[in-house]
């Protein structure tokens, strides 16, 4: 039985408290239904954004990117945690001297290491959890780096870490306490929840990430290892494929009180806040895929309504070439354009070089005519956006042949 005093939050978290692994389902019993509605309700959200983005057809191109852009962005985010910032290019650069074999500097190591782990943990089936996953995400994570006293793939032995903000000593100072530690962790990993919040794999993955974090097993890389299991748990459920390690942009944005919540679960042993502020971060996560793959297909839509005006242009009376709908689909590859940079296009120059100035000028007020194309005023001259609008606004309808409809009556 637990002790009074732990039920109370009035005696911090111990190493002993912590190995029962049931933070979470030891307050689920009494929760109250104003904090059960809270979190069915955020997760009913982000399982209908899933559903969508899951049954929604993805296209080798535009998943790609996706997929590309998310991983720049988590690789730059669970880096910045730990106070190492890089930007973009610094980050594609890195990777590209990586898979070169160029020699990198310690950041450039960091942000290429932790490429290698998201791409293991893309490629890896993973049918259970082990202690030997956990270990060759951090030998990742860590390889090649001199960190203090730390060895790739190996717990701590006689160094006893501090981390956090205010600093705090591991609950699990001692190597044999850590390997107590990760074998009861393991065995809660691979246990399915059987309460109606913790069985979801959203609340799994959060809570896992704050474990590992506890424990502290390794000499350096603790978080970005915790990090990575929450996403590996994640795709493992196959959650989102297009950004299933997400969270670490939204812990990154809000470091500060991603650290103050990791500090109160000590405290409070209650991670219920920690954990439905982690569900709405994802949610707005997600939420931003679901923009990027709903645009996806408004661009398609749009493309497809263009060449529908083109293939009855007669019959509509509608003046449209097909110089019009390649331009129309130059266009609709980027969310905004302006003329100039348009003009600068190598496939809009090659498309136009055999015809006037006149001429590109009348195609492109004929797009603007028919609403295909919005433009917007700046300082920085007149921009270009596709008018996806127009699709909400079409009215469909079908066309009989008579001749075809007595044959069949």
Sequence with gaps: MIPTLYLEGRMTLT?????????????????????????????????KIDYFIRKTPSFPGSTDKIVRDELISVIGATLSIEGTIL?????????????????????????????????????????????????????????????????????????NVTFGEPRRQCLCPTLSEIECAMAGFIKWLNKIGTGPISSSPFVKAIMAHYYLSEIHPFGDGNGRTARALEAAILYKHGVNRYCFWSLANFWAMHKDIYINHLGDIRRTQNPFEFVIWGLNGYKD??????????????????????????????????????????????????????????????????????????????????????????????????????????????????????????RTT
């Design 285 to 406: 996560e997600i939420t931003t895929i679901q923009g990027r793959v709903l645009t996806k297909h408004k661009q398609l839509m749009l493309r497809d309504y263009v060449q529908f005006l083109f293939r009855t242009k007669d019959e509509q009376k509608i003046k449209i070439n097909q110089r019009m709908v390649e331009l129309m689909r130059i266009i609709t590859a980027r969310a905004r354009i302006s003329i100039k940079k348009l003009w600068l296009d190598p496939e809009a120059i090659l498309l136009y070089k055999d015809v006037s100035r006149q001429t590109k000028t009348r195609d492109l007020v004929k797009l603007l005519d028919l609403e295909l194309l919005k433009p917007e005023k700046t300082e920085q001259g007149l921009i270009l956006k596709p008018n996806y609008e127009l699709l909400e606004e079409l009215e469909y309808y079908v066309r009989l042949d008579p001749d075809e409809i007595s």
């Design 15 to 47: 190493c002993e408290r912590l190995l029962e692994f049931d933070l979470f389902e030891f307050h689920e019993k009494d929760m109250n239904f104003e904090t059960f509605s809270r979190f069915y309700s955020v997760l009913s959200e982000i399982e």
């Design 87 to 159: 930007d973009k290019e610094e980050i594609l650069e890195s990777i590209d001297k990586a898979d070169k074999g160029e020699p990198l500097k310690r950041r450039g190591q960091e942000a290429a290491n932790s490429k290698d782990v998201y791409d293991f943990l893309r490629n890896t089936r993973i049918d259970e959890y082990t202690e030997s996953l956990i270990r060759q995400i951090h030998t990742l994570f860590t390889k090649e780096m001199n960190y203090t006293s730390n060895i790739p793939g190996q717990y701590r032995l006689a160094f």
